[in-house]
């Protein structure tokens, strides 16, 4: 606990700190909820240990007036980043969903995830193979281009700043150490995943910086152990490569050596895109669920579309078993099953333990929804936007907040109510998503609490 936390129960704005969940150099971050949609977020405070305290109450501000100039740049920065990130949209990259000053300081608020951190996932995985370790490299690579596309470095990836959420997909978090490219660059150190020019103010700091670091949790993923700190390499590079202590019977050579060349010393000597690193590290590789086959002839006629419904279900459940392959395994069973008994075997057979494979297919087997009907069949009348997702949300619950959305956007509100509820968890939450649909603020804020207030009611 730290002696500058805010006590549970302290309110911020409209945000109740619940507990604090980590301590970092420039900042605290809570659980706290949004009294407004009764959501749980994840809320950042600028204080930065080293050169600012909290005084009476809840106010922020510098230790001394030698300090003062270097904590209000650098709480301008922390505000000016939370900008930018805010307008990241990636499934794989924690969202920033608001940012406001208050008590002398400033405030990001973020996604709550829920779900295990990398390290605790892991460990009932193990001994992990290239599919699994694939499946978790892929979607961050993709947030990361994102990230680096707008000029920023994460600067502190790590296997405790990756989770993976219930239904299997990985999440980057914690940007508190993220800085633009073209701003002065301090220095930020975790042993072991961090490469060497973070540990001085001078160093070249890049894209290829933070692909050190993923190759770093790859590294550890692969070997069970994680890599040699960056300064002990630099003059005598002595760490064993992830070529030569990667279990090559689970890991392709390439795959290794992908890793071995992000996780250089020398930032030269490594990939310098998401791009490159990924065309290495990824391209060609085989999936655990897709082997390869002899091509097959197209066969049209015996094709069959399953419902989409279904198929959702069965990748959230095996994804408790397989983590984030699951929509791979999915996907792939379904181009080759022949009827719905069939495709539920395939999937099933993903999981190893016996026992725990019979209770899968026969939850599945017992439903009594329509298993498939050919392609080439008979056309149907088109559904409303409330039956792909009326596993989640009742038909009422969607036809409320898509009628309500409408007055604010027109006829589209329909596509998007049918989106956000493939995302969203709880009715709150999905009337967050749709709110940013909304330009004008004041109908915004209007639109949720009218919203939130009404939500449970009919």
């Known amino acids: 606990m730290s002696a500058n936390a805010l006590p549970a129960g302290s309110a911020v704005q409209e945000y109740r700190v619940e507990k604090l969940l980590g301590v970092g150099g420039f900042g605290l971050t809570y659980l706290a909820t949004d009294a407004n949609l009764n959501l749980k977020v994840a809320l950042k405070e ?3 240990g080293e050169i600012a305290l909290r005084g009476p109450g809840q106010t922020i501000g510098p230790r001394s007036s030698d300090t003062a100039e270097t904590f209000g740049w650098g709480k301008q920065r922390f505000l000016d980043e939370s900008r ?11 969202r920033v969903m608001r940012f406001f000053e208050a008590n002398g300081s400033a405030y ?44 920023f470095l994460h600067r502190d990836i790590k296997p405790g700043n990756i989770y993976v959420r219930d239904d299997g997909s990985p999440v980057l978090l914690d940007f508190g150490s993220a800085r633009q490219r073209s701003a002065e660059l301090t220095a930020v150190v975790t042993p072991g995943y961090a490469p060497f020019e973070q540990y001085h103010t001078q160093g070249n700091q890049g894209p290829w910086s933070d692909l050190y670091a993923l190759a770093g949790v790859l590294y550890w993923m692969a070997t069970g152990n994680p890599p040699t700190e960056a300064a002990a390499r630099v003059r005598e590079d002595k760490m064993p490569g992830a070529l030569t202590v990667g279990d090559h019977s689970r890991f392709r050579p390439e795959f290794l050596n992908a890793i071995d060349w992000a996780l250089a010393p020398h930032e030269d000597k490594r990939p310098q ?13 085989p999936s655990k669920a897709e082997p390869k086959t002899e091509k097959l002839p197209a066969q049209p006629k015996s094709v069959l579309a399953f419902d989409p419904a279904l198929l959702r279900r069965l990748e959230s459940a095996l994804a408790q078993h397989a983590g984030p392959i699951a929509p791979v395994v999915v996907k792939n069973a379904a181009k080759r099953a022949k009827g719905q008994p069939e495709l539920i075997s395939l999937v099933a057979a993903e999981i190893g333990e016996p026992a725990t494979r019979a209770a899968f297919e026969k939850a599945f087997l017992e439903d009594s929804r329509p298993a498939s009907q050919p392609l080439s069949g008979p056309k149907t009348t088109r559904e409303p936007a409330t039956a792909a997702v009326a596993s989640r949300f009742a038909p009422a619950v969607l036809e409320r907040v898509e009628r309500r959305l409408a007055e604010h956007i027109g006829g589209i509100a329909r596509v998007l109510v049918k989106r956000a509820a493939m995302k969203a968890r709880t009715e709150a939450e999905l009337y967050l998503l749709l709110a940013d649909e909304i330009a004008d603020k004041e109908q915004k804020k209007a639109f949720i609490r009218k919203a939130v207030s009404a939500s449970g009611k009919s």
Not at 84 to 94: C, D, G
Not at 273 to 285: G, M, N, P, T
């Open 46 to 48: 600028y204080l930065p």
């Open 84 to 94: 930018t990130l805010a307008s990241f949209r990636h499934p794989n990259i924690v």
């Open 108 to 151: 990001m608020v973020m996604e709550f995830v829920e779900g295990a951190s990398l390290g605790d996932w892991i460990k009932t995985r193990r001994p992990l193979g290239e599919a699994q370790a694939a499946a978790i490299a892929a979607p961050l690579l993709d947030g990361l281009e994102v990230v680096h596309e707008a000029g």
């Open 273 to 285: 895109s998401v791009a490159e690193w990924r065309a290495k590290l990824l391209d060609s590789r």
